[in-house]
């Protein structure tokens, strides 16, 4: 099965994910849920509400198309793996055999229907909230999604500054425009009026020794320059450089880092 999504979601059914042995298959059974809370689920529609309760309840109900491991790795869940076509399109294939509770099999069609689901008027909207709340975005990674910022931006009368994300080397848990796309995607997101880009930002691989990331560091501010230069970017910051690796992004150029470890600790 193959069905073309819409805004450059595109889907492919029918790749086997696994199987599971049926000596370990349980009976089908139904059971009541109970937990103590300080307030209700407010709807079962995972689109329509950006509320943390009902958010914690529905992710043990539900399975969207990948999940985060407990490191925050991304990892195969409906589908059992994920390619970027172009700048604006990727292809999923989907986990064979995956039904609902009712019986009708799970496939493209279905992932189609709930990206338009969570694009309609009353799904929480990330764009919106995002001009509202906050003062910088740290990860646009596409003309798409900055044009959704600048509507919704004038909407709001506010002006956002804006970090274009790089992926200077290919991990599934990380996301970014690689360096064929970065240049063609400045140059679309030229002229947004309400988002401001500033800069670049990029997320190196983890490595022990932080010198090893040294070589990423330099080549995000090589790209900053030309982007400035060329007149794509309107600022100079360059956001890179965590915890353990801050002093080489800092000799780098960076202007802005992440150190949320070395003031809160590591994660639990």
């Known amino acids: 099965m193959d069905a073309q999504g819409v805004a450059g979601l595109q889907v492919v059914g029918d790749n086997l994910a696994m199987q599971l042995d049926p000596r370990f298959a349980l009976p089908l059974q139904a059971a ?14 995972p689109h329509s509400q950006n509320h943390a309760t009902t ?3 529905l992710q043990h109900t539900y399975e969207g198309l990948t999940r985060y491991t407990r490191d ?14 172009s700048p604006t399109q990727w ?16 496939d493209a069609a279905d992932v189609k229907f709930s990206f338009e689901r969570a694009k309609a008027e009353g799904s929480t909207n990330k764009a919106k909230k995002a001009a509202v709340l906050f003062d910088w975005v740290h990860s646009l990674d596409g003309a798409p999604i900055g044009r959704r910022l600048a509507e919704a931006a004038v909407s709001a009368g506010r002006e956002l500054r804006a970090l274009v994300q790089v992926e200077l080397v290919a991990e599934q848990s990380k996301f970014g425009l690689d360096e064929s796309q970065l240049f063609p995607a400045l140059e679309s997101l030229r002229g947004l009026g309400a988002v401001k880009l500033l800069g670049l930002m990029a997320l190196p691989p983890y490595e022990e020794d932080a010198e090893r990331t040294r070589p990423y560091f330099r080549r995000l501010r090589a790209l900053r320059d030309r982007a400035k230069q060329e007149g794509l970017i309107e600022g100079a910051e360059l956001s890179m450089g965590m915890s353990h690796d801050l002093e080489v992004a800092v ?18």
């Open 32 to 45: 009541s849920l109970r937990w103590a809370a300080q307030n209700d689920v407010l709807t079962l529609d």
């Open 55 to 57: 958010h914690s309840i």
């Open 72 to 85: 925050y790795k991304i990892e195969p869940c409906l589908s059992v793996s994920w390619k970027e076509i």
């Open 91 to 106: 292809r999923f294939s989907l986990r064979k055999g995956v039904k609902f509770h009712d019986g009708e099999a799970f």
């Open 251 to 268: 000799e780098e150029g960076a202007t802005l880092v992440r150190v949320g470890t070395a003031i809160f600790g590591g994660r639990n």
